[in-house]
């Protein structure tokens, strides 16, 4: 150790006595400028605001990435290491910050949050990452060129910082960069610039795309001008005009496309596998979940795929009513998830609570709710009597396997993703959030999981209703969920493209529309623009 101590401030004095041309007040203001994390903050409010679904992941993870490094090092690190501050006698004065930090040295609180924002960025995408990177490499420097860390100090605080993004990962995995390469490719027509395509437009969806979008119809235009667009307004019959959108898509052969939410996306879906016509998803929505599933998490890329041609297929499941086990009811199909229990309950009574207080305090009021007054559903899995706080099923296999499904790495595996809280056991609730918080929710006596090509549910009179793709619907005595593998044909590139890329030209595109202009249009074969017709 005293080895180290003395290669530390060998290195500490190099720095200290150093003069780097013009480096003085930049970094010594970079270091100010990421006390408290607000470099941080700042960063990811710009990633959210500017960049697309990718960016504000990495923007998400980044922050939370910071918060555990800064948790950790603040809170236990520092104060067991009590190791003293530098002293400034070979810093120059013109280095010195203004307020010297009064905790110990080690390790470095900046240089753990820097580490771990940018790590946690890089998990999520390398070449925002890559952005980021020497920005966070130049606060880590910064802390031993103004004198308040050694260098040791900066490595260990890296080191926390990039452990705790990682460990991130534990409860929320990132989603992967590229489009899953076993998926079983589909034909359907490739339509140069949108001819035969219809694309139903729900105005109304939430916009997940920043304030630098298109309207949505604008947008359709930009990317493919022959399409043919039937737009849905506030006041305008939804189901009416989405069965008009889907007879045109008949009559001219071509295929349906769809902008809007995932409510949105899931009616279309449905409709495209009836009528056996490709589907072009343009998310256009706030999560957007399964656009994202099925590889489309830019408008470019729904677009380029549509131009040349390249599809996958994805399995439909169905909640299909047994017959003679209670009242005849039509089979409901569900491209997501299927769920009885606590969530049906849960998005009922946030949908009553949603005018006053908005989305998402609707939902957070009506979690609590919920989980203070349910009672556990009583019915009959596979023959066998359960009584159960939730079942949940996906439509194939989503990823983590805990409590909190985020998204599935296929959409044709051909397989149910079954997933139940036993309400036998005594505090069920409370002990699946501490297992699943401990990551041990594998070992846990109250949640089981696994993947199935079918299951029966009966008696479900008790039940009252069930949730499908995030819609309620009336209970019926017993129902068998299984799939339908292939049905749907999804548009979807090969490759996806690159991100910054397509949000500069979105937010390019947006100023012209803006600025009364339109130039040159959005291309929808991922290579350069091409001017308008």
Known sequence: MRILGELDQRLFTRVATARVPGADPALTRLSRGADHGRLWLGTAAALAALGGHRARRAALRGIGSLAIASLTVNTVVKWSARRPRPLLDLVPSVRHLTRQPRSTSFPSGHSASAAAFVTGVALES????????????????????????????????????????????????????????????????????????????????????????????????????????????????????????????????????????????????????????????????????????????????????????????????????????????????????????????????????????????????????????ATPVELSLNGRSRRLWLLFAGNCRYVPDGFAPAFRPRLDDGLLDLRVIDGDHRLARTRVVVSALAGALGRSRVYRAERVSWVQLDGLEGADTFAYDGEIHPATGALRLEKRPGKLVVYRPAVPGDEIAQQARLAAAAARHHNGGRGRRLPADGGPSASAD
């Open 126 to 373: 390398t070449r925002y990452g890559a952005v980021v990177a020497p920005v966070a490499a130049a606060v880590a420097f910064s802390r031993v060129y103004v004198g308040v860390h050694y260098p040791g100090d900066v490595l260990a605080g890296a080191a926390i910082g990039v452990g705790a993004a990682v460990l991130t990962c534990r409860w929320w995995p990132p989603r992967p960069a590229s489009a899953e390469p076993e998926r079983r490719p589909a034909e359907a027509p490739a339509l140069p610039d949108g001819d035969g395509l219809v694309v139903f437009v729900n105005a109304r969806a939430g916009s997940g795309a920043g304030p630098a979008a298109l309207p949505p119809a604008v947008l359709i235009e930009e990317l493919l001008p022959r399409a043919e667009i039937v737009e849905c307004g506030p006041d305008d019959d939804f189901a009416a005009l989405l069965d008009r959108a889907v007879r045109r898509a008949v009559e001219r052969g071509g295929a349906l496309g769809v902008y809007g939410g995932d409510g949105t996306v899931n009616s279309a879906a449905r409709e495209a596998a009836r009528n056996g016509l490709p589907l072009a998803v343009f998310p256009g929505g706030t999560l957007n979940h399964f656009a994202l599933d099925v590889g489309v998490p830019h408008p470019e890329d729904t677009a380029s795929a549509v131009v040349r041609g390249d599809a996958v297929s994805v399995d439909v499941a169905v909640a299909a009513p047994v017959a003679g086990r209670g009242p005849d009811a039509e089979p409901v199909e569900f491209l997501n998830t299927f769920s009885i229990g606590l969530y049906p309950d849960l998005v009922r009574l946030r949908e009553r609570l949603e005018r006053r207080w908005g989305k998402w305090p609707a939902a957070g009021l009506a979690l609590v709710r919920v989980l203070r007054d």
